[in-house]
């Protein structure tokens, strides 16, 4: 028997193998997580307000969803005007803007973070990706939005 | 090179040649666990991903072979001792056979015909030795004559193809119990009679019986890796 060809046979194998899964795994994430969803988000006074697109589907509509402190809050579409986001070049059509009424929260600061919800494996599999920056906000008693820090995101259409 | 370097020198040939063996099957052990735990989960399934595989792992056992000088007889791909081989399995096929009857008969779950409904009960069979033959020759034929390699015949090898073929089928509790029981018995026949088609046929018979008696909730669908979950 011919060892040092046994033991190149097992290194080739598992080389062969390292790839394969490697493969598989970048396949996976780019079809799960694809790089292809852009926008931006604002605390209003009355709104978690922003806009969504998907760059792979620049006429299409993204379907968001809006989580408060790491709770599920609401769903909605990004089908809103925003004429200021085709000017800055980031869309194709004005239709991708945002707005969430303003959920019933405790007075005090929360944080919120808009998902575009992407599907893929054939429908089977849902995955969430995160638009733009999470958005830091306090929450007045009179029922008004304030944000506490001004995002600083070259996607703001709004400081282009 | 006097008497004694001549013995140190194979002493250090067959630990080295034992140590191949058990990478070997390592190696082989790991192909199958990507294919059930990464192609079904982050692959989803993928026929291509999954036909790589194979091929990578299949290539890799033909090679082993060629290497080891190990030719078809050797690996059981034979008639001469086919009825040799079936005298070792008929009774505790039998023996394991009323007991899954039984068990089927008093929890009403015996059903001869329900195997994938629709599906021709002559195709049953077939699909099931063809099956039964892969998985016997990736068990038998590698893992049991590495194990042998390095354990030699007898309890420890048989055991360590049982665990083996066990794992193969985790999570699924009710298949990993199973094969557990088959794979002790298979080992140990292969062991005194290395026979590959005898083998394959108990393995398809033994799968009709094990799916035509027990509750198919116990079975997890024959499911196995990342798959069970569903």
């Known amino acids: 028997m011919n060892q040092t060809r046994l033991f190149r046979l097992l290194i080739a194998k598992s080389i062969i193998e390292t790839f394969f899964v490697g493969t598989l795994a970048v396949v996976f994430f780019y079809t799960a997580f694809p790089p292809q969803f852009h926008g931006w988000g604002e605390a209003t006074p009355d709104s978690i307000a922003g806009w969504a697109v998907n760059h792979s589907a620049p006429w299409d509509r993204v379907e968001l969803q809006l989580f408060v402190d790491g709770k599920f809050v609401a769903s909605g579409t990004a089908n809103l005007s925003r004429p200021d986001v085709v000017a800055a070049g980031w869309s194709k059509d004005e239709w991708h803007g945002y707005a969430f009424s303003a959920p019933p929260l405790s007075v005090g600061d929360h944080e919120a973070r808009v998902y575009a919800i992407h599907e893929s494996g054939g429908g089977i599999r849902q995955t969430l990706q995160l638009v733009g920056n999470p958005i830091r906000f306090s929450f007045h008693a009179n029922g008004k939005l304030s944000e506490l820090t001004s995002a600083n995101d070259s996607s703001n259409p709004k400081s282009n | 090179m006097t008497s004694q370097e001549r013995n140190a020198e194979k002493s250090e ?136 390699l390095i354990w030699g015949r007898g309890a420890l090898s048989i055991l360590f193809v049982a665990v083996m073929f066990a794992v193969l089928h985790l999570p699924n509790p009710g298949l990993t119990l199973a094969t557990f029981g088959g794979g002790l018995l298979w080992a140990a026949v292969y062991q005194r009679a290395p026979n590959l088609l005898a083998l394959a046929l108990s393995h398809g018979i033994m799968t009709w019986i094990l799916v035509s008696t027990i509750p198919a909730p116990l079975l997890g669908g024959l499911r196995v890796g990342f798959k069970y979950f569903g």
């Open chain 2, 13 to 148: 040939g067959g630990a080295i040649d034992k140590s191949l063996a058990f990478w070997e099957i390592i190696s082989v052990i790991t192909s199958c666990l990507i294919g059930e735990w990464v192609v079904f989960s982050v692959g989803r399934g993928s026929s291509v991903a999954f036909g790589v595989l194979v091929f990578i792992v299949f290539a890799f056992m033909f090679t082993s072979h060629r290497l080891r000088g190990e030719s078809a007889r050797d690996l059981g791909l034979r008639l001469d001792n086919f009825v040799a081989a079936a005298r070792l399995l008929i009774l505790p096929m039998l023996l394991a056979s009323a007991v899954l009857i039984l068990i089927g008969y008093s929890k009403g779950s015996l059903g001869f015909f329900r195997w994938r409904g629709g599906q021709s009960i002559l195709g049953i069979p077939a699909l099931g030795i063809f099956w039964g033959l892969l998985q016997q020759y990736a068990l038998q034929a590698f893992i049991n004559r590495r194990a042998q």
